[in-house]
């Protein structure tokens, strides 16, 4: 089993940063995962943000968040973030982690079986 718990949402102004955090509870401590962050906006679809792989490398970005969020994940705390500098009232969405385990690639994660509950990201211009 798989609990994702995300926090660090909240509103920020135009050119502001968050870091949002999700925590990973595995029942199996050892197994290996792909990672991700998803939003959703009002009235559109849930996006990909950000990928990143069961070693912590080669992350990949949405291109509207290129250069300016950072996806990483820490293992010690079974912890994946999102920076998010130079904020745009385009970012306000609701943003979900997501999680696929092993065998797993971050390239064809589509469909990740495991989801947190979401967090509210608001950005005032």
């Known amino acids: 089993q798989v609990h994702l718990a995300e926090s660090g949402g909240g509103s920020v102004q135009a050119g502001g940063s968050l870091r949002l955090s999700c925590l990973a509870t595995?029942?199996?401590?050892?197994?290996?995962?792909?990672m991700g962050w998803w939003r959703q906006a009002p009235g559109k679809d849930r996006e990909k943000v950000a990928l990143?792989?069961?070693?912590?490398?080669?992350?990949i970005y949405a291109d509207s968040v290129k250069g300016r969020f950072t996806v990483s994940r820490d293992f010690n705390k079974n912890t994946m973030y999102l920076q998010m500098n130079s904020l745009k009232p385009e970012d306000t969405a609701v943003y979900y982690c997501?999680?696929?385990?092993?065998?797993?690639?971050?390239?064809?994660?589509?469909?990740?079986?495991?989801w947190g509950q979401g967090t509210q990201v608001t950005v005032s211009p």
């Open positions: 997501a999680l696929e385990l092993w065998p797993c690639n971050p390239r064809h994660m589509d469909r990740p079986p495991y």
């Open positions: 595995l029942t199996d401590a050892r197994r290996s995962s792909c």
């Open positions: 990143i792989s069961s070693g912590g490398i080669n992350p």
